[in-house]
T-cell receptor, first 113, second 115 residues
Framework: GDSVTQMEGPVTLSEEAFLTINCTYT??????LFWYVQYPGEGLQLLLK?????DKGSNKGFEATYRKETTSFHLEKGSVQVSDSAVYFC????????????FGQGTTLQVKP | DSGVTQTPKHLITATGQRVTLRCSPR?????VYWYQQSLDQGLQFLIQ???????AKGNILERFSAQQFPDLHSELNLSSLELGDSALYFC??????????????FGPGTRLLVL
């Protein structure tokens, strides 16, 4: 079945460092791909999305490119801030076409000043 | 603020009890989704409703049920609660017109603690 695998956390970076959080997926067809972020004590917020191969989603300095050849959707940011500390979830729409989201296990990012 | 509201924010109850979680979707959204977030299982899809009808079912236990009302709000009923049901329960909504392509907007969640 469809699945999403994220790199294990926690990831600890210094402020202004470069961030990469790896995400790979297994799915039939061409699922839409998402990154959601969960700040401490809050719900999930959509960070960015891509709906077809080679699309690049971007928001708040974060970027991810839908790579069908490597089945990946890695999240990147050139210069992280302390306020980026959160849990990041990679997700895809399941191939059943019902809208069900399948999430990775989440990666905790801690940014130190 | 996503526009999706959930009540209550926190719920503490005992094993064997029954609780109801409530969700109001964003204005104009017809689809509502329920997800469970637990430490051991991660984020898992439970069930989806579209305009009052059940559209998809995920890993939802038989002790759990949901419905979507004519005003489009939804309720998730959890009964015969067990310690392992302690989790964060999220509701999400989307327009519902393009299944599999739409962005889902999440509420702040209800944290359930079963003692």
């Amino acid at each position: 079945g469809d699945s999403v695998t994220q790199m294990e956390g926690p990831v600890t970076l210094s402020e202004e460092a470069f961030l990469t959080i790896n995400c790979t997926y297994t799915a039939t067809g061409y699922p839409s791909l998402f990154w959601y972020v969960q700040y401490p004590g809050e719900g999930l917020q959509l960070l960015l999305k891509a709906t077809k191969a080679d699309d690049k989603g971007s928001n708040k300095g974060f970027e991810a490119t839908y790579r069908k050849e490597t089945t990946s959707f890695h999240l990147e940011k050139g210069s992280v801030q302390v306020s980026d500390s959160a849990v990041y979830f990679c997700a895809l729409h399941g191939s059943s076409n019902t809208g069900k989201l399948i999430f990775g296990q989440g990666t905790t990012l801690q940014v130190k000043p | 603020d996503s526009g999706v509201t959930q009540t209550p924010k926190h719920l503490i109850t005992a094993t064997g009890q029954r609780v109801t979680l409530r969700c109001s979707p964003r204005s104009g959204d017809l689809s509502v989704y329920w997800y469970q977030q637990s430490l051991d299982q991660g984020l898992q899809f439970l069930i989806q409703y579209y305009n009052g009808e059940e559209r998809a079912k995920g890993n939802i236990l038989e002790r759990f049920s949901a419905q979507q009302f004519p005003d489009l709000h939804s309720e998730l009923n959890l009964s015969s609660l067990e310690l392992g049901d302690s989790a964060l329960y999220f509701c999400a909504s989307s327009l519902g017109k393009l299944a599999g392509k739409e962005t889902q907007y999440f509420g702040p969640g209800t944290r359930l603690l079963v003692l």
